[in-house]
């Protein structure tokens, strides 16, 4: 008994592992793939490309959803949750679409005529991604939390963990929230131009930086409301109203 348990926790953790080292991979490759002016295109290209590899993984080993679509009964919540999932998959193949369509580097073997309005499209879209991505792990982050937590041998009722949690949410929705006017989010989401360039040659890191904010804003919201969402459900419940 005492192997097999010793044999299946290393299991456990590098199940763990693969859930939260994956989509925190993913994202930091999203996110040097939106400093194109500052790595230039074949990097970029790169990037991206092993970005949409990854993807096709965490579609395999999330296949399961895909499956489930089709059974069981459709409440608000569920319909709301496949709504924003089905979003983030058509943006996503857009991207691939116009990735592939408009590449110097990577695909540029292929016979496929390049477009400027394609291009456009591609920035726009890349930057809905990031949107979009962030309402994805809003709407895991209970998993996502539970997976770290167990990686990290913790417990999540820990009260003073769950106060250095909500800390950490305000402060990353606040510097979002400012990071969204510095980089000019706003403009770009609505498909406008834009004169606003980051400037590389100051400063590299804060780019990072400011992007990783506006990535956790959709995710704190996400998650907050679909939180205070169930808890209306739970208290309006014939089961608690009875009680």
């Given at each position: 008994?005492i192997?097999?348990?010793?044999?299946?926790?290393?299991?456990?953790?590098?199940?763990?592992?693969?859930r939260?080292?994956?989509?925190?991979?993913?994202?930091?490759?999203?996110?040097?793939?939106?400093a194109?002016?500052?790595?230039?295109n074949?990097?970029?290209?790169?990037?991206?490309?092993?970005?949409?590899?990854?993807?096709?993984?965490?579609?395999?080993v999330?296949?399961?959803?895909?499956?489930?679509?089709?059974?069981?009964?459709?409440?608000?919540?569920?319909?709301?949750?496949?709504v924003?999932?089905?979003?983030?998959?058509?943006?996503?193949?857009g991207?691939?679409?116009?990735?592939?369509?408009?590449?110097?580097?990577?695909f540029a073997?292929l016979?496929?005529?390049?477009?400027?309005?394609?291009?456009?499209?591609?920035?726009?879209?890349?930057?809905?991604?990031?949107?979009?991505?962030?309402?994805?792990?809003?709407?895991?982050?209970?998993?996502l939390?539970?997976?770290?937590?167990?990686?990290?041998?913790?417990?999540?009722?820990?009260?003073?963990?769950?106060?250095?949690?909500?800390?950490?949410?305000?402060?990353?929705?606040?510097?979002?929230?400012?990071?969204?006017?510095t980089?000019?989010?706003?403009?770009?989401?609505?498909?406008?131009?834009?004169?606003?360039?980051?400037?590389?040659?100051?400063?590299?890191?804060?780019?990072f930086?400011h992007?990783?904010a506006?990535?956790?804003?959709?995710?704190?919201?996400?998650?907050?409301?679909?939180?205070?969402?169930?808890?209306?459900?739970?208290?309006?419940?014939?089961?608690?109203?009875?009680?």
């Amino acid at each position: 008994m005492i192997t097999h348990r010793g044999a299946l926790i290393p299991m456990v953790k590098s199940f763990l592992l693969l859930r939260v080292m994956l989509p925190s991979l993913m994202l930091v490759l999203l996110l040097f793939s939106l400093a194109y002016w500052w790595l230039d295109n074949v990097p970029h290209e790169v990037f991206g490309t092993v970005l949409f590899g990854l993807l096709c993984w965490h579609i395999y080993v999330n296949r399961a959803w895909f499956r489930n679509l089709t059974r069981g009964k459709y409440d608000a919540r569920r319909v709301v949750r496949v709504v924003l999932h089905i979003s983030l998959i058509v943006n996503m193949a857009g991207l691939l679409i116009t990735s592939v369509v408009i590449s110097k580097s990577v695909f540029a073997w292929l016979p496929i005529p390049g477009s400027i309005y394609l291009r456009e499209i591609h920035w726009f879209s890349a930057y809905w991604v990031m949107i979009v991505t962030g309402i994805h792990v809003g709407l895991h982050w209970e998993r996502l939390r539970a997976s770290l937590l167990n990686l990290l041998g913790l417990r999540s009722a820990n009260p003073v963990l769950r106060a250095i949690f909500l800390a950490l949410g305000a402060a990353f929705l606040l510097q979002g929230l400012a990071s969204f006017q510095t980089l000019g989010v706003w403009t770009k989401l609505t498909f406008n131009y834009s004169l606003d360039f980051w400037d590389f040659t100051a400063s590299v890191a804060p780019f990072f930086g400011h992007w990783l904010a506006v990535f956790t804003v959709p995710a704190i919201i996400t998650h907050s409301l679909m939180a205070i969402w169930r808890w209306a459900g739970l208290r309006n419940s014939p089961s608690i109203r009875g009680a």
